[in-house]
């Protein structure tokens, strides 16, 4: 056997019971050198192994270390503290859960491992945008797509109109800009759509159920409702955009931009809009840029771009 199945041997007898180091030497056919060689790795790996001295002495376990994560190594142990600093402050409905499982990952780890630990999460912190709590609806919410139940829900389309009552069945969630989404399918549409959670104003189970499609991703529903399909390439315009490699690498990692990238050069990129988002959103987005960046094409995005800028300057200059 390799030194991880003889250490995780081992750690299922102490599992078991208290055993000495002969007792395990022979259960395993190994010398009782080699025994203590592998109990010591399997302390510098994190495991609490006692050894108690004397008559009736030999290696155990602590009584709760069942529940105990194993084998983390050192990036493994860094990866899990530092994805908890991303999921706090984003709403995610089992912050509590994850706490837990951190605070008993440094539980069963060693001074030096948790010094490790400790330098890996004051180095990344995050900053997230002050948001609704939305922490019974999510966790309602995933459950009931994870067991296949339809919600009926109250849900405002946008603030001041009055919520509508609907039948959903729900099928996955999405955290995108710093807001959840629901995608689902809405029975009173007949149809998937997509739902802000933040506008959701009563939620509870109907009683009824659902298979959710195969193969199924909330995330790409979500994508292909905001960007446009292949089927749209016919009426998408060229946007080509000319500027220094910083600017355009902004660009280039926006939502909507970056999917819509079709070649980029040096000092120069070539994007595919559609007609609608050229002349309502990208000139309102293009505008801070103000002249670190030059449009090539279309005139009728410089067009809208000289409107917009002509607009806020007027609207400031009677205010």
Not at 130 to 159: F, H, I, N, W
């Amino acid at each position: 056997m390799s030194k991880a199945d003889y250490m995780l041997s081992i750690l299922w007898m102490l599992q078991q019971r208290k055993r000495t180091a002969a007792e395990l030497a022979e259960a395993l056919e190994l010398s009782v050198r080699s025994v203590y060689r592998y109990i010591d790795a399997l302390c510098a790996s994190g495991v609490p192994v006692i050894a108690d001295a004397g008559p009736g002495g030999g290696f155990r376990l602590p009584e709760h270390f069942s529940t105990a994560p194993l084998f983390f190594d050192d990036d493994e142990r860094r990866a899990l503290v530092q994805a908890a600093a991303f999921a706090e402050g984003s709403g995610y409905p089992y912050i509590g859960a994850l706490d837990s499982a951190i605070a008993k990952l440094k539980r069963y780890s060693n001074d030096e491992q948790l010094l490790r630990m400790q330098r890996h999460e004051s180095g990344m912190e995050m900053l997230h945008a002050p948001s609704v709590p939305l922490t019974p609806l999510l966790a309602e919410l995933e459950a009931c797509a994870a067991a296949g139940l339809t919600v009926q829900m109250e849900y405002r389309k946008s603030s001041g109109q009055a919520a509508s009552s609907r039948a959903v069945d729900p099928y996955g969630l999405v955290h995108w800009k710093g807001r959840w989404y629901l995608a689902g399918f809405c029975r009173q549409r007949g149809e998937i759509r997509s739902f802000r959670v933040d506008r959701i104003v009563q939620l509870e189970r109907s009683g009824g159920s659902f298979s959710r499609p195969e193969g199924f991703s909330a995330r790409q529903f979500l994508l292909d409702n905001l960007l446009p399909g292949p089927d749209q390439q016919a009426a998408l315009v060229r946007v080509i955009i000319a500027s220094g490699e910083e600017v355009l690498n902004d660009l280039c990692s926006h939502w909507l931009f970056g999917h819509s990238l079709e070649q980029r050069t040096a000092g120069e990129a070539v994007f595919l809009l559609d007609e609608t988002t050229l002349l309502s959103y990208a000139p309102y987005f293009l505008l801070p840029y103000g002249r670190s960046l030059q449009i090539i094409e279309p005139a009728a995005l410089k067009r809208k771009l000289t409107a917009a800028a002509a607009d806020i300057s007027a609207y400031y200059a009677e205010s």
